[in-house]
């Protein structure tokens, strides 16, 4: 298994996250205050998305879902900015970052032999242009839709300090976290 995790974060840095490592799930703190700032909208993706709030399901039932894994790739891209109001380079980021998600998922989907995965991102599911959920239709690609980490109400500060991630990467960046949780 080491071997596995090993080249699971080779293959995460190979694939540009700038820090990867492999946490367990035991050790993620939950939080439902997280949800909390969903339903306050901090990101405008409220009620707006199928893998948001409150669309995406209870936090009670994320967490129960998320601790059925004993392990996850935890990565985090990035990205330089402007300034600290620098909007469009963040969003630039975020954008460049679900690429480089994308890209991980896909490596472990077709390099590794887990048994389940549950991947959670960062920000709102981007996959389609427009979320179905805003005509009132089912999800067009749930196999390709993601919630985010703080949506499952989990620590992310924490979790990237515990797995030895800086959380802050210095002025002018913006930062990024995806986790991907699995069972072998």
């Not at 540009?16 to 439902?32: D, G, L, M, R, Y």
């Not at 209870?58 to 300034?83: C, M, N």
């Not at 599911?125 to 949506?151: H, I, M, N, R, W």
């Given at each position: 298994?080491e ?19 492999v946490?367990?799930v035991?050790e993620i703190k939950?939080?439902e ?5 969903c ?7 409220y ?8 669309a ?7 967490k ?6 004993k392990?996850?790739?935890?990565f ?14 963040m ?12 890209k ?9 032999n887990?048994k ?5 991102n ?9 979320c ?7 999800c ?8 985010s980490?703080?949506?499952?109400g ?5 979790l990237v ?11 002018n960046?913006?930062?990024?976290v ?7």
């Amino acid at each position: 298994m080491e071997t596995v995790i090993n080249n699971l974060v080779k293959d995460a840095l190979a694939l540009n996250a700038t820090h990867a490592s492999v946490a367990e799930v035991a050790e993620i703190k939950f939080n439902e205050d997280f949800r909390k700032l969903c339903e306050q909208n901090s990101c405008g993706s409220y009620n707006k998305n199928w893998m948001c709030p409150p669309a995406v399901g209870p936090i009670k039932d994320l967490k129960e879902r998320a601790i059925r894994f004993k392990q996850g790739l935890l990565f985090q891209t990035v990205h330089p900015i402007a300034s600290s109001l620098d909007w469009k380079g963040m969003m630039a980021g975020g954008a460049n970052h679900t690429k480089i998600f994308r890209k991980i998922l896909e490596c472990m989907e077709n390099n590794y032999n887990f048994k389940e995965i549950l991947p959670l991102n960062a920000g709102p599911c981007t996959y389609c242009t427009k979320c179905a959920y805003l005509a009132g239709e089912k999800c067009q690609f749930p196999d390709k839709a993601v919630s985010s980490v703080e949506a499952n109400g989990i620590d992310v500060m924490d979790l990237v300090k515990t797995s030895g991630i800086p959380y802050y990467n210095g002025k002018n960046t913006v930062s990024y976290v995806a986790l991907i949780l699995f069972n072998s």
